[in-house]
């Protein structure tokens, strides 16, 4: 079997310190406060489209509500706590995923183009943004 070191708290595994240390380095590069800043943007305009685009008052208004204050929070964590919520990128991404779909998914009579191309464009850079977390995540733990 490996020799490996015990440890009764995480506090106390040796190289907590440098995992923290890289997680404040890479939610310190601009490219990873862009990407927290864009994805808290496109969580608040998804929760707000209803109202932007005219399509209130029904199912996939509350399900764009509900998903986009859920990626607002998300980015929230990213900007927050990095080191704790870097490995939540892919959360992000689903979030987009369903956007893109939701409007097939939650069959209404009211869904419209402009609502179809809403969520798409609007889950797009949610998914793209969401990789991006994903991608930095995997780069800290190459480094």
Same mark, same amino acid.
């Given at each position: 079997?490996?020799?490996?070191? &015990?440890?009764?708290?995480? *506090? $106390?595994?040796?190289?907590?310190?440098? &995992?923290?240390?890289?997680?404040? $380095?890479?939610?310190?590069?601009?490219?990873?406060?862009?990407? *927290?800043?864009?994805?808290?943007?496109? %969580?608040?305009?998804?929760?707000?489209?209803?109202?932007?685009?005219?399509?209130? +008052?029904?199912?996939?208004?509350?399900?764009?509500?509900?998903? +986009?204050?859920?990626?607002?929070?998300?980015?929230?964590?990213?900007?927050?706590?990095? $080191?704790?919520?870097?490995?939540? +990128?892919?959360?992000?991404?689903?979030? %987009?995923?369903?956007?893109?779909?939701?409007?097939?998914?939650?069959?209404?009579?009211?869904?419209?183009?402009?609502?179809?191309?809403?969520?798409?464009?609007?889950?797009?850079?949610?998914?793209?943004?969401?990789? &991006?977390?994903?991608?930095?995540? &995997?780069?800290?733990?190459?480094?």
């Amino acid at each position: 079997m490996a020799d490996v070191a &015990m440890h009764s708290r995480i *506090e $106390e595994h040796p190289d907590i310190q440098a &995992m923290r240390l890289r997680a404040a $380095e890479i939610s310190a590069q601009p490219s990873a406060q862009a990407t *927290e800043g864009l994805t808290l943007l496109t %969580g608040l305009y998804l929760a707000i489209s209803p109202w932007v685009i005219g399509f209130n +008052g029904n199912p996939l208004a509350v399900s764009n509500l509900v998903t +986009g204050i859920a990626l607002a929070v998300l980015a929230l964590g990213f900007g927050s706590v990095f $080191e704790r919520t870097f490995g939540m +990128g892919w959360a992000a991404a689903a979030i %987009g995923a369903w956007a893109i779909i939701a409007p097939w998914v939650i069959q209404h009579a009211t869904t419209t183009t402009g609502t179809i191309a809403s969520n798409t464009a609007t889950g797009a850079v949610a998914v793209v943004l969401g990789l &991006m977390t994903t991608a930095m995540a &995997m780069a800290r733990g190459r480094s």
